[in-house]
């Protein structure tokens, strides 16, 4: 079969994540902890962190500055505070410095509105535990024997 790029259209969706997802702060917060669990190495696009909304003044003829809206510092600064953002940076920093990400990750089966996602190595372990239909979720963790919880408070 010839997967030449002449032959088949790109398929791209236009727009932030967080505008995709309606500006709900909970989506957004779950869609997150999704990618940061999901196997490989997660890549948020720096306005994917500041949840930025649609560029609405962006310009026709690059359909991608739709989601490059230009912040001066202060914007920044203040996009930075949001609790959406804290707990992106949070979850960030949990897979980058947590030891149960070196090892396995597992999806249990679970009913299809659910979805269980546990990562081990040695004692250590990070839990995804999900509702995809309310957008709930709880991230358990252990950190020297201790049982910890990540939480998203909007």
């Known amino acids: 079969m010839d997967m030449s790029r002449a032959k088949y259209k790109s398929c791209q969706l236009y727009g932030t994540c967080y505008s995709i997802l309606e500006a709900d702060d909970r989506a957004c917060a779950l869609a997150r902890a999704i990618q940061v669990f999901a196997p490989g190495i997660p890549q948020v696009y720096c306005n994917g962190l500041l949840c930025a909304p649609n560029d609405l003044y962006f310009d026709p003829a690059d359909p991608h500055s739709i989601n490059r809206p230009n912040y001066t510092a202060e914007e920044t600064e203040a996009r930075i505070r949001r609790p959406i953002v804290r707990f992106i940076l949070e979850l960030l920093r ?19 509105n659910r ?40």
Do not use: C
């Not at 949990?94 to 299809?112: K, Q, V, Y």
């Not at 991230?139 to 024997?145: D, F, H, K, S, V």
């Open 115 to 154: 979805l269980l996602m546990t990562w081990t190595h040695g004692e250590e372990s990070a839990v995804l535990d999900a509702d995809l239909r309310t957008h709930g979720f709880d991230i358990r963790y252990t950190e020297n024997g201790q049982n910890r919880n990540l939480t998203f408070t909007p």
């Open 94 to 112: 949990l897979r980058n410095t947590h030891p149960a990400f070196d090892g396995e990750p597992f999806i249990s089966d679970t009913p299809e």
